[in-house]
Structure formats: structure tokens, C-alpha cells
């Protein structure tokens, strides 16, 4: 049930952070992560982790995404 939460919260945003998850579920960090990873491992999502993938998903005209964006933004394949 957390699981398809989870999922389902991402695929309809598009983009969430772990802070953002948090604040939706009313969950700590650690059973989010333990999902996530779960969720990562079944290739259900994935993590921002290239400036083009961010570009895409985050404006048309980006030129480069920040660090923190590629480290905490997670997105549905």
C-alpha cells in the first residue's frame, strides 16, 4: 500500500524530493527511502542523475541542472 502510494504520488507530480514525500505521506526519511529504494530496484523510478534528464523534466530551456536537483529529485521511467 505504501509502495503504490509512493508511486503513485510521484507519477502525478512528475518530480519529488524525499522533503516532499514527507510532507504528503506524514512518513520519516527512513521508511520513504526503504520504499524508494524498493522502487529503484523493481525499475519503477529513478533518480534525476544527468543534466538532460533534469532539462527535460524541469524546463525546456535549461542549460544545466544545480547538484542537489541530479541527488534528490526522483521521477517515474
Do not use: W
Not at 10 to 15: A, E, Q, S, T
Not at 29 to 53: F, G, P, R, S
Amino acid at each position: 500500500m505504501l509502495y503504490d502510494a509512493i508511486f503513485s504520488l510521484i507519477k502525478d507530480n512528475g518530480l519529488m524530493t524525499i522533503q516532499q514525500l514527507e510532507r504528503e505521506l506524514f512518513l520519516d526519511q527512513h521508511t520513504i527511502m526503504a520504499v524508494i529504494t524498493k522502487l529503484i530496484q523493481n525499475n519503477k523510478i529513478k533518480n534525476i542523475d544527468d543534466e538532460n534528464n533534469c532539462c527535460k523534466l524541469k524546463e525546456k530551456n535549461c542549460t544545466g541542472c544545480p547538484s542537489f536537483v541530479k541527488k534528490e529529485y526522483y521521477t517515474v521511467y
